[in-house]
């Protein structure tokens, strides 16, 4: 059974930092694809950030968030600074049992498993 549980959302001001984590069922490869996606209120869920051998960011949070493993603890982070009201939004993690090639960041429709998902909330 493939299981991902997010941890570590909460509400912060503008400019400050969270860490999230992802628990996984299983032995996280790097022949998979992992990543963090955001669903605002009323916009389509996104890509943020992913991760197989290398890691890559969309746009919109390159150079402020940082996705890492922790393979001997099974758990996929994001660790998030300079953090902006626009960042508010419910951030799920995500595996497809494939490496990421040449896909899209914010490309959310390959993913097979998803975690329930984190409130974030970002204050001005």
């Not at 969309?58 to 600074?81: C, P």
Request: with cysteine; aromatic share 10%.
């Amino acid at each position: 059974q493939v299981h991902l549980v997010e941890s570590g959302g909460g509400s912060v001001q503008a400019g400050g930092s969270l860490g999230l984590s992802c628990a996984a069922s299983f032995y996280i490869s790097d022949g998979y694809c992992m990543g963090w996606f955001r669903q605002a209120p009323g916009k389509e869920r996104e890509g943020v950030a992913i991760i197989d051998i290398i890691p890559r960011y969309a746009d919109s949070v390159e150079g402020r968030f940082t996705i890492s493993k922790d393979t001997a603890k099974k758990t996929l982070l994001l660790q998030m600074n300079s953090l902006q009201p626009e960042d508010t939004a419910v951030y799920y993690c995500a595996v497809d049992l494939r490496d990421c090639g040449s896909r899209r960041v914010e490309a959310a429709l390959e993913y097979e498993y998803w975690g329930q998902g984190t409130q974030v909330t970002v204050s001005s």
